[in-house]
């Protein structure tokens, strides 16, 4: 495993387990998404064939694709935590090496969040996605609170400065270590 923090790791390990490996399977594959495609229309109560239930479809398998192409580097079809943490590194210590695929999961996080599709999220929008996830909703509120530096709300500007302060930040009071949630690591 590459030389990454145990702060930084414990983060990673954190959207690994919380937003990706939804069947707890301890590796990422297609199923997690698929399940995640069901549980985000469900939450949105998009039924098969509405449009936006195709559109998360299609953006969700893109992301996948995008993800195992970067990740999965033994092509088994599955990205393991060793994986999915070189990954990060490799990001963390270039940023200019940002994937297409993770740009595409910044931006549909967001739109996700902005359920009032006004170009920002406010606490309440933030709390309903993060806590979906399984995620405390008090915990959910302190988080945004903590990423928003107290602002009412967060613009995607703003919310993808915070994104890259999650994946490469070893500042433990960084914003953007609360952008999916979580209050401590």
């Known amino acids: 495993?590459?030389?990454?923090?145990?702060?930084?790791?414990?983060?990673?390990?954190?959207?690994?387990?919380?937003?990706f490996d939804v069947n707890a399977?301890?590796?990422?594959?297609?199923?997690?998404?698929?399940?995640?495609?069901?549980?985000?229309?469900?939450?949105r109560g998009w039924p098969a064939g509405n449009p936006k239930n195709v559109e998360t479809h299609d953006s969700m398998f893109k992301i996948w694709e995008g993800l195992r192409s970067k990740a999965d580097k033994d092509n088994d079809g599955q990205v393991s935590v060793d994986e999915w943490c070189n990954m990060w590194d490799a990001y963390a210590k270039d940023p200019s090496t940002v994937m297409d695929w993770q740009l595409r999961y910044m931006n549909f996080m967001f739109d996700l969040e902005d359920a009032s599709h006004d170009g920002t999220i406010d606490g309440d929008e933030f709390s309903i996605v993060c806590s979906s996830y399984g995620v405390d909703k008090n915990e959910c509120q302190e988080a945004f609170k903590k990423m928003s530096k107290g602002?009412?709300?967060?613009?995607r500007e703003e919310f993808a400065e915070l994104w890259r302060e999650y994946f490469s930040s070893d500042d433990p009071v960084s914003p953007g270590n609360f952008i999916f949630g979580k209050t401590s690591f």
């Open 151 to 155: 602002a009412v709300e967060v613009n």
């Open 1 to 19: 495993m590459s030389q990454i923090s145990e702060f930084r790791k414990k983060k990673l390990l954190y959207v690994f387990n919380v937003f």
């Open 25 to 43: 399977s301890g590796e990422i594959d297609r199923k997690d998404f698929e399940l995640a495609i069901e549980k985000i229309c469900e939450l």
